[in-house]
Structures are given as structure tokens and as C-alpha cells.
């Protein structure tokens, strides 16, 4: 691949996939990815036919390589109300034309790893979805062993609300997937965590006014059975549980 050793530097910049990238798109994503896909998939990339894509070029690169991809990030867009993840967002269902952008693949070459490149195709892609009016999230898959990328798009406010088990089936053997999204344009979960800490608090403060009228009533009823009897002391416990939702869906990124 490219070798970006010596006095090179790389002068990197983004551009949309075009037809003219088709051959290297497929090269790259044979090498970084342990996922094949199907040669429609290619095609409706450069193409732009249902789906939207950004290239990385090394405008330094020597002997006509200045247009080369060395990097891509590729996404759909999707309608919220038949997302996966309808569940983990809170709009409006009477309004059907809400959207996601959900990203497909995304990848730059060993060589060109660690310059930043990877989080500049994110940015790409939220800065696209953002224009929209009606996108309220882009969302992704990881794969559970893919650290970088998780490392990646926790650094960037992506937040991970879903562990997938045996969403990816590989050479014959099944790997978790993270599920992350990125909320935009107003879109948000069902509940936030400050919502959450308020209903929590709200449902504690409810359950610790019952018990402790239960107790008045009852220190009522022995004061008048007892009346010479000593103050009681009592100890109040309240527990709490979470529920975890899981569903499944797809995606690669090797960054």
C-alpha cells in the first residue's frame, strides 16, 4: 500500500466518492475488511444511489496518486419510523418524513493511520446530516473487539446505548456489536440521564412519604396501646433496577 516513510508529508483533503474510485474502493475494503460485500454495494457508492460517501486524498502523493483514496466513510439515509432504533429516540411519530444517517462503512489505509483522518469523515458526515431538517441521529455498528473505533466515537460524543451479541457471524463465529448513536437537530433518547436521575428521585421521594406515614400510624397505634413506652428508631433501605434493551442491524469500520 502506501508508504509514508521518509520526508513525505501528506496534505490530506475530502471529496465525494466518485465512479473513477471504484477499483481502489474495493481494494480497500477487501483489505481492511474481514466482511466481503457484493459488488451492487460498490457500485451504488460511486454512483451516489441511495447512498452518500466521502474520500480521503493524499494531495502530496507522488507519480499521479494525488486523486488515490486512502480513506472513505459511507452512509445511508433512513427513516426514523423504520430504524432499528425508533425505540431510542424521542420524536415525533405523526410526522413521517424524520430521518437517521446511518453509517455503512468507514476506513483509511494502515499507512495513513493516526492523522486525524478518520475523525474528519465522521465530521463529514454529521456536518451532512445536520443540514437536514427532518435527521435528528446518525448511528453506527462497531464490532466489540474493534477498540479504536470505540475509542474513536466515544471521543467524539457518540454515545453507546446497546451491546448487540451475535450481531456479526465471521468465518463461522458470532461477535458482539456496540451500537452508537450520535443525537442532532433536537434529537434525543426517550430519556436523558437527567431525566432518568429525576424520575428515580421523584419515585423515591413517593416511596419514602408512604413509608413514613405507614410508620406515623403505626408509632400512632402504639403510643395508644404503650403510652409509657420508649421512641422507636427505624432504618429505611430502598433498592433500585435498570432494565437493558437490545436489539440487532449492520456496518464495518477499521480506523
Same mark, same amino acid.
Given at each position: 500500500?502506501v508508504?509514508?516513510?521518509?520526508?513525505?508529508?501528506?496534505? @490530506?483533503s !475530502?471529496?465525494?466518492?466518485? $465512479?473513477?474510485d471504484l477499483? =481502489?474502493?474495493?481494494?480497500?475494503? +477487501?483489505?481492511?475488511? *474481514?466482511?466481503?460485500?457484493?459488488?451492487?454495494?460498490?457500485?451504488?457508492?460511486?454512483?451516489?444511489?441511495?447512498?452518500?460517501?466521502?474520500?480521503?486524498?493524499?494531495?502530496?502523493?507522488?507519480?499521479g496518486?494525488?486523486?488515490?483514496?486512502?480513506?472513505?466513510?459511507?452512509?445511508?439515509i433512513?427513516?426514523?419510523?423504520?430504524?432499528?432504533?425508533?425505540?431510542?429516540?424521542?420524536?415525533?411519530s405523526?410526522?413521517?418524513?424524520?430521518?437517521?444517517?446511518?453509517i455503512?462503512?468507514?476506513?483509511?489505509?494502515?499507512?495513513?493511520?493516526?492523522?486525524?483522518?478518520?475523525?474528519?469523515?465522521?465530521?463529514?458526515? @454529521?456536518? !451532512?446530516?445536520?443540514?437536514? $431538517?427532518?435527521?435528528?441521529? =446518525?448511528?453506527?455498528?462497531?464490532? +466489540?473487539y474493534?477498540? *479504536?473505533?470505540?475509542?474513536l466515537?466515544?471521543?467524539?460524543?457518540?454515545?453507546c446505548?446497546?451491546?448487540?451479541?451475535?450481531?456479526?457471524f465471521i468465518?463461522?463465529?458470532?461477535?458482539?456489536?456496540?451500537?452508537?448513536?450520535?443525537?442532532?437537530?433536537?434529537?434525543?433518547?426517550?430519556?436523558?440521564?437527567?431525566?432518568?436521575?429525576?424520575?428515580?428521585?421523584?419515585y423515591?421521594?413517593?416511596?419514602?412519604?408512604?413509608v413514613?406515614?405507614?410508620?406515623?400510624?403505626?408509632?400512632?397505634?402504639?403510643?395508644?396501646?404503650?403510652?409509657?413506652?420508649k421512641?422507636t428508631?427505624?432504618?429505611?433501605?430502598?433498592?433500585?433496577?435498570?432494565?437493558?434493551?437490545?436489539?440487532?442491524?449492520?456496518?464495518?469500520?477499521?480506523?
Amino acid at each position: 500500500m502506501v508508504d509514508l516513510k521518509g520526508a513525505h508529508c501528506p496534505a @490530506i483533503s !475530502y471529496r465525494p466518492i466518485r $465512479p473513477s474510485d471504484l477499483e =481502489v474502493l474495493e481494494k480497500i475494503h +477487501s483489505d481492511l475488511f *474481514p466482511i466481503r460485500y457484493e459488488s451492487e454495494f460498490f457500485h451504488n457508492v460511486v454512483n451516489g444511489h441511495d447512498i452518500v460517501s466521502w474520500g480521503a486524498v493524499d494531495r502530496n502523493r507522488p507519480n499521479g496518486q494525488s486523486e488515490e483514496l486512502i480513506g472513505f466513510v459511507t452512509a445511508r439515509i433512513v427513516l426514523a419510523k423504520d430504524s432499528e432504533i425508533e425505540d431510542l429516540l424521542r420524536f415525533d411519530s405523526a410526522k413521517s418524513d424524520q430521518t437517521l444517517v446511518y453509517i455503512l462503512t468507514l476506513g483509511v489505509v494502515d499507512s495513513y493511520r493516526h492523522l486525524g483522518i478518520a475523525t474528519s469523515l465522521i465530521r463529514e458526515v @454529521i456536518k !451532512y446530516a445536520s443540514s437536514i $431538517p427532518t435527521c435528528r441521529a =446518525v448511528y453506527l455498528h462497531v464490532i +466489540s473487539y474493534n477498540d *479504536p473505533a470505540i475509542h474513536l466515537y466515544q471521543k467524539m460524543s457518540f454515545q453507546c446505548v446497546r451491546r448487540l451479541h451475535g450481531f456479526y457471524f465471521i468465518d463461522g463465529r458470532h461477535y458482539d456489536s456496540f451500537l452508537f448513536i450520535y443525537y442532532i437537530n433536537g434529537g434525543r433518547s426517550p430519556c436523558s440521564p437527567l431525566e432518568l436521575v429525576m424520575l428515580v428521585a421523584s419515585y423515591v421521594k413517593t416511596g419514602l412519604k408512604l413509608v413514613g406515614a405507614k410508620l406515623w400510624k403505626n408509632e400512632g397505634k402504639k403510643a395508644n396501646r404503650w403510652p409509657n413506652s420508649k421512641e422507636t428508631c427505624c432504618l429505611i433501605t430502598a433498592t433500585q433496577s435498570k432494565r437493558i434493551l437490545m436489539t440487532k442491524g449492520t456496518g464495518f469500520q477499521c480506523v
